[in-house]
């Protein structure tokens, strides 16, 4: 059973950083693809950044240069650092590990406001 446990979040100032991070659990990790996925309130949850199972990368126009996304393979760990903050950019931030279904974590609340 896969289980993803987020951590990181919390209250930034528009400009600033932050770094999330994903625990996985369970088997095989390396052979997933994995990211993370935000909603904001009123809005669907959008795809935010993914890193494939081969090591490439993928993110949304509204987040690339100032998003990265990474994975440790040994630790199965999913990381996303967060720079440049936007008001925009707050939300419910979700990691997900995909092969052939899809899992979810619980989620962690980022805002950012002055």
């Known amino acids: 059973q896969v289980q993803l446990v987020e951590s990181g979040g919390g209250l930034v100032h528009p400009g600033g950083s932050l770094t999330l991070s994903c625990t996985y659990s369970?088997?095989?990790?390396?052979?997933?693809?994995v990211g993370w996925y935000r909603q904001a309130p009123g809005k669907q949850r959008e795809h935010v950044a993914s890193v494939y199972s081969n090591g490439n990368p993928d993110y949304e126009d509204s987040v690339a240069g100032r998003f990265t996304i990474s994975r440790d393979n040994a630790w199965r760990k999913v990381y996303l650092q967060m720079n440049n903050l936007k008001p925009e950019d707050t939300a419910v931030y979700y990691c997900?590990?995909?092969?052939?279904?899809?899992?979810w974590g619980q989620g962690t609340q980022v805002t950012v406001s002055s």
């Open positions: 997900s590990a995909r092969r052939i279904n899809i899992y």
């Open positions: 369970g088997s095989e990790f390396s052979i997933y693809d």
